[in-house]
């Protein structure tokens, strides 16, 4: 068996969507599971929708996910040019259908806007279609010569039979049998002189000697055509691999407006990049073992394409967040906080160490943007409703609550050490003389100084943070506002 040849072929034209990441991903992991070679080849015959920098977000993309190519543009593998615009300036592709002129397969077109306009439309897997009538086709060769001699604008035609079947194999679907009445004879060179993407795609992969072709299962139906074309060549078929639609929650094709369907949004959202890949390489592929969290090595040594279902991958975002979750809490501390740092500088502007209120939200939060809600009691207590006090696992009241925080007060004036450990001494003393469970003092000191439900930590490692002066102030505004309320 030949190395396997795998290739990452986007189109610039602006962000890397998810079901193209998952793509490149796919290819990379048949690439390197069984040692072969990972391309990246840039497909820009269609000038019409390029995107200015969107190259550069593919490189981008590709780097910070891992999924580092071994040839492409910028590492020329013998295969060159690695892109499109500039494979065609070596006048690769007419050449190639110049050939199939040659022989019977393509021929030139003639036909101009109106009358091609006026041809019938069908309608073919639930979509409108122009199918061509073949009228250029019963041109002679001297009326061709002629037509070309004079400048007549033209393209270049496949010529697909009108009978008989054409058969094709994928790995995941099996042999797909289609009858030849289907097949449009599409256009391989358009009158620009830019081949078309379909007819570009086969002469590169053949020419770069790709062995498997990985792409989404909307190519389905074109892969009869690709396939007359390598047989047309008298060309090796690669093996196709065609992946599964991604559909969001509601089961309906992912779009910009869900607001995650490019790797680069999902990033704004405060998702990690190992996190995302991880969870699109589940998109449609199921491990052997009964797992999730996998690393990119883990995933380059269990990824088998045979176990790609067949069936469209749901995008649950709750499950990413899950996952992101997951990794946020695995994460290096200082990784963690150099990432965290940012969203905790936005919400707290007062001069606290923001290391220890990161550290008492690492396994917390799912995503980045989480961190907010979680500390902004931080910058300045929110006004609460004082029933928060009551508590009747803790066996807390608002008049309970009263009492301990007036008692405690004198007490944690008179506390110095205003670490973590010294205020928890200090208030665990504190309820073994008054004989009840720690809850009983620790709820109502935390309600004060946080004037939440929940929050990232208890009430010492809460004060530890905001320190004597802060605390000793909410503790006073808590009874005062007790006080208010009850007598």
């Given at each position: ?159 697909n039979p009108t009978e008989g079947t054409t058969t094709f194999h994928d790995e995941l679907y099996g042999d797909i049998t289609v009858p030849n009445s289907e097949l449009d004879d599409m256009i391989l060179i358009k009158s620009d002189g830019y ?89 449609g592929w199921s491990p052997e073992e009964n797992r999730e969290i996998f690393s990119l090595k883990e995933l380059t040594e269990q990824f088998d394409y045979h176990r790609i279902s067949k069936s469209p991958a749901v995008f649950d975002i709750v ?169």
């Amino acid at each position: 068996m030949s190395k396997i040849r795998t290739r990452y072929a986007p189109s610039p034209t602006g962000k890397m969507h998810v079901g193209n990441l998952r793509s490149a991903l796919y290819e990379f992991l048949i690439a390197k599971h069984d040692g072969g070679d990972f391309m990246l080849r840039i497909e820009d015959t269609d000038q019409e929708r390029f995107v200015e920098g969107a190259i550069e977000i593919i490189y981008r993309t590709m780097e910070k996910t891992g999924l580092i190519h071994d040839e492409g543009p910028n590492k020329d593998g013998g295969y060159g040019p690695y892109v499109q615009s500039e494979r065609m300036k070596t006048g690769i592709y007419m050449k190639y259908a110049r050939e199939l002129v040659e022989k019977g397969e393509a021929y030139y077109c003639f036909c101009d806007k109106e009358r091609l306009a006026a041809l019938k439309s069908e309608v073919v897997e639930g979509k409108e279609i122009t199918v061509y009538d073949k009228h250029c086709l019963s041109l002679t060769k001297e009326e061709v010569e002629e037509k070309l001699a004079a400048g007549v604008p033209y393209v270049i035609r496949q010529n697909n039979p009108t009978e008989g079947t054409t058969t094709f194999h994928d790995e995941l679907y099996g042999d797909i049998t289609v009858p030849n009445s289907e097949l449009d004879d599409m256009i391989l060179i358009k009158s620009d002189g830019y081949p078309t993407y379909n007819f570009a795609n086969v002469v590169d992969d053949h020419t770069m000697n790709i062995t498997h072709v990985v792409r989404g299962n909307e190519y389905l139906s074109s892969s009869p055509k690709y396939v007359r074309l390598y047989e047309a060549f008298g060309w090796e078929v690669p093996t196709y691999v065609h992946l599964p639609l991604i559909t969001d929650e509601n089961h309906k094709k992912l779009s910009k407006r869900s607001g995650h369907a490019s790797f680069e949004d999902l990033i704004e959202q405060g998702f990690v990049t190992e996190a995302v890949v991880n969870y699109i390489a589940l998109l449609g592929w199921s491990p052997e073992e009964n797992r999730e969290i996998f690393s990119l090595k883990e995933l380059t040594e269990q990824f088998d394409y045979h176990r790609i279902s067949k069936s469209p991958a749901v995008f649950d975002i709750v499950k990413l967040k899950w996952m992101n979750g997951e990794y946020l809490k695995a994460m290096d501390f200082d990784a963690f906080y150099e990432m965290a740092e940012p969203y905790i500088k936005a919400v707290v502007h007062k001069d606290y160490d923001f290391k220890k209120i990161a550290a008492l939200i690492k396994t917390r939060i799912e995503i980045f943007p989480d961190i907010a809600e979680h500390i902004d009691f931080f910058e300045q207590v929110p006004n609460y409703d004082i029933a928060m006090y009551a508590h009747k696992k803790m066996k807390t009241t608002p008049e309970s609550s009263l009492e301990v925080l007036r008692e405690l007060l004198p007490l944690l004036e008179a506390q110095e050490d205003y670490s973590n450990d010294a205020l928890y001494q200090l208030l665990t003393d504190y309820v073994a003389k008054k004989e009840c469970k720690n809850g009983y003092a620790m709820w109502p000191v935390r309600t004060a100084v946080s004037g939440k439900q929940m929050t990232p930590g208890g009430a010492t490692e809460i004060m530890e943070i905001i320190g004597k002066e802060e605390s000793i102030a909410r503790v006073q505004a808590a009874i005062e506002k007790l006080e208010s309320e009850l007598l």
